[in-house]
């Protein structure tokens, strides 16, 4: 209802609204922008996360005391009462000194502490079945054991992939860890598809990518490690057993038989990169310090040898599949070398060869055949070496700075010399060919979120390729 007394002003400016609400009604632009909106909104894929338990508060049983002040109630200060209340808490047992039945001595154990820690106490889901179901599924992988009982050789399946056949589902994306993912691994096996990741909080996570519906969504989280995960390996001969690495030096063994992970070694210094030569799983050579490689005995426990082969950290150590004396470092010195341990001298190694970048290498790898070695610095560069010695190098451009959120990007092989994988800051995967010395193609999915940082190949699937995001997702790419 309108005033009865109104101003010319005023009188004008309430014609004019009713004026341009009902040239708004006419054109119908609301109507038009609902449409639109929904029209351009891209729906986004049902993602699968990982469950964790929230580490619930204990109530306390003891009762709660209310120490009311005596100055706000008006009363006089009591003489009796000057050197404290005393409430009813006098007469229980401290809490530092508890008894033997307490829940103390079934906390779980810390990855800081130098000891084994049992999966279960590992385990941060929800329900410790869904552990058991880990273990169930893993110990189900048949083991290719001859007679005598020794491992037969397992090569790496080999195939050339048509980049165009490279598919996303939705369902091969999953948010398997919380954070930065620094490491992902198949799980070489035929039997079911499964990925291992690690991040930087010290969590390992597994992805189920088969698994029943009547098992949840198959993500299985665990934190044996105190801080990142610089290194998981997979044995390809058998998967009862895992390597992990981290920054706080320590190197883990997850042994499904004994549902443990078990402390393999203990270095005084940052770990940051942990391999295996081919078919030799008594050893694990190791990055520790400012460019130390250590070879570590696993049946003795502790280190057999140790040289200073760069002047920074070692990011990657690699070996060829047909010899395994021949490995590749990378460095954050600068610089990737190939080695041939057979030569390298206990106080001044030397290296076979030694290609220099611009800024910090973030990768050195071997291609399927042995025939390159790829290399991938933060100078925007991919290196791809060549030749009967590797005398040839090519220095092939690539956008590689990513910023401090995000994982640095390391160019990985698939499943022959034909092209590098590596990830590029507009959320795609990019093959670079061998042959031609330049970027190919790039692969690309309206289902990716996020910038894909960290790299796997399948061991036993050509076409099958996994993707790791510093958001804790995985993407899995499948040939169709």
């Known amino acids: 209802?309108?005033?009865?007394?109104?101003?010319?002003?005023?009188?004008?400016?309430?014609?004019?609204?009713?004026?341009?609400?009902?040239?708004?009604?006419?054109?119908?632009?609301?109507?038009?922008?609902?449409?639109?909106?929904?029209?351009?909104?891209?729906?986004?894929?049902?993602?699968?996360?990982?469950?964790?338990?929230?580490?619930?508060?204990?109530?306390?049983?003891?009762?709660?005391?209310?120490?009311?002040?005596?100055?706000?109630?008006?009363?006089?200060?009591?003489?009796?009462?000057?050197?404290?209340?005393?409430?009813?808490?006098?007469?229980?047992?401290?809490?530092?000194?508890?008894?033997?039945?307490?829940?103390?001595?079934?906390?779980?154990?810390?990855?800081?502490?130098?000891?084994?820690?049992?999966?279960?106490?590992?385990?941060?889901?929800?329900?410790?079945?869904?552990?058991?179901?880990?273990?169930?599924?893993?110990?189900?992988?048949?083991?290719?054991?001859?007679?005598?009982?020794?491992?037969?050789?397992?090569?790496?399946?080999?195939?050339?992939?048509?980049?165009?056949?490279?598919?996303?589902?939705?369902?091969?994306?999953?948010?398997?860890?919380?954070?930065?993912?620094?490491?992902?691994?198949?799980?070489?096996?035929?039997?079911?598809?499964?990925?291992?990741?690690?991040?930087?909080?010290?969590?390992?996570?597994f992805w189920n990518v088969d698994a029943p519906q009547e098992d949840g969504n198959g993500i299985y989280l665990y934190h044996p490690h105190s801080g990142p995960v610089s290194g998981i390996i997979v044995d390809s001969f058998s998967v009862s057993k895992m390597f992990s690495s981290c920054y706080d030096g320590f190197i883990r063994v997850m042994d499904i038989e004994k549902e443990m992970f078990g402390l393999a070694y203990l270095s005084e210094h940052p770990i940051f990169s942990i391999s295996q030569r081919p078919h030799d799983m008594k050893s694990i050579?190791?990055?520790?310090?400012?460019?130390?490689?250590?070879?570590?005995?696993?049946?003795?426990?502790?280190?057999?040898?140790s040289w200073k082969l760069h002047e920074e950290r070692l990011n990657t150590i690699d070996f060829t599949s047909d010899n395994c004396n021949i490995m590749a470092t990378s460095s954050t010195d600068g610089s990737a070398c190939i080695w041939d341990l057979r030569k390298v001298g206990a106080h001044k190694p030397k290296s076979l060869l030694t290609v220099f970048h611009k800024r910090a290498v973030h990768s050195a790898y071997f291609s399927p055949s042995g025939r390159f070695l790829a290399t991938t610095s933060i100078d925007n560069t991919v290196g791809l070496l060549s030749g009967a010695n590797y005398e040839e190098t090519s220095m092939i451009s690539h956008y590689n700075h990513t910023n401090r959120w995000i994982s640095s990007f390391r160019g990985i092989w698939g499943w022959d010399d034909s092209y590098i994988y590596i990830g590029n800051m507009q959320r795609g995967v990019d093959a670079i060919s061998v042959a031609d010395k330049k970027l190919e193609f790039t692969l690309r999915s309206e289902h990716m979120t996020a910038i894909p940082c960290r790299f796997d190949a399948h061991h036993d699937k050509v076409g099958m390729l996994a993707g790791a995001t510093s958001g804790g997702q995985v993407y899995i790419w499948t040939a169709s």
């Open 285 to 305: 050579y190791y990055g520790e310090g400012s460019g130390e490689l250590g070879i570590c005995d696993l049946r003795a426990g502790k280190s057999s040898a």
């Open 1 to 205: 209802m309108l005033p009865e007394k109104m101003t010319e002003y005023e009188r004008r400016r309430i014609e004019n609204i009713k004026r341009n609400e009902e040239m708004l009604a006419s054109l119908k632009i609301h109507s038009q922008l609902s449409q639109l909106s929904a029209v351009t909104k891209r729906p986004r894929a049902q993602s699968k996360y990982y469950q964790a338990s929230p580490e619930k508060r204990q109530k306390s049983k003891s009762p709660v005391v209310l120490r009311r002040s005596l100055r706000t109630k008006g009363i006089p200060p009591d003489s009796s009462t000057a050197g404290g209340l005393k409430d009813d808490l006098d007469g229980l047992p401290s809490r530092k000194s508890p008894n033997k039945n307490s829940s103390q001595s079934t906390a779980k154990k810390s990855p800081r502490e130098p000891m084994p820690i049992s999966m279960r106490d590992a385990y941060t889901g929800d329900f410790d079945v869904s552990n058991k179901q880990l273990i169930d599924t893993i110990k189900g992988f048949s083991h290719k054991i001859d007679d005598v009982g020794v491992l037969i050789e397992k090569r790496k399946a080999s195939g050339t992939v048509h980049l165009e056949s490279l598919k996303l589902e939705p369902d091969n994306i999953a948010r398997v860890v919380p954070g930065r993912i620094l490491n992902v691994r198949f799980l070489p096996t035929n039997n079911v598809r499964m990925v291992a990741v690690g991040n930087k909080f010290g969590n390992i996570g």
